[in-house]
Nanobody
Framework: QVQLVESGGGLVQAGGSLRLSCAASGRTLSSYTMGWFRQAPGKEREFVAAIYWSGSSTDYANSVKGRFAISRDSARNTVYLQMNKMTAEDTAVYYC?????????????????WGQGTQVTVSS
């Protein structure tokens, strides 16, 4: 029903920037929340950021506030995650997710659709 494809992952130096993209297809997203999660080796998948498609309400994990920014392009059905001042702690597989509505956006369990993930590695 909704397919999500991430791109933009790769290797970046500490202090650098990277922008992830998540292209959605299958339906319009006017009443959906789009989220970014990440999972480092040996750790559970954790919330990073979310945006409500209509109205652009956003939420961020405390660990990325002031460094990351989530946005969306309605014409392209694409959500972005701009990551700045990156550190080794940002190294993880990043996943794009989507769910209907806007509530409990930090919970993995509320998201119905998930992308395949893209690796982000911060080196020094």
């Amino acid at each position: 029903q909704v397919q999500l494809v991430e791109s933009g992952g790769g290797l970046v130096q500490a202090g650098g920037s990277l922008r992830l993209s998540c292209a959605a297809s299958g339906r319009t997203l006017s009443s959906y929340t789009m989220g970014w999660f990440r999972q480092a080796p040996g750790k559970e998948r954790e919330f990073v950021a979310a945006i409500y498609w209509s109205g652009s309400s956003t939420d961020y994990a405390n660990s990325v506030k002031g460094r990351f920014a989530i946005s969306r392009d309605s014409a392209r059905n694409t959500v972005y995650l701009q990551m700045n001042k990156m550190t080794a702690e940002d190294t993880a597989v990043y996943y794009c997710a989507a769910r209907f509505g806007w509530s409990a956006v930090r919970s993995r369990d509320v998201y119905r659709y998930w992308g395949q993930g893209t690796q982000v590695t911060v080196s020094s």
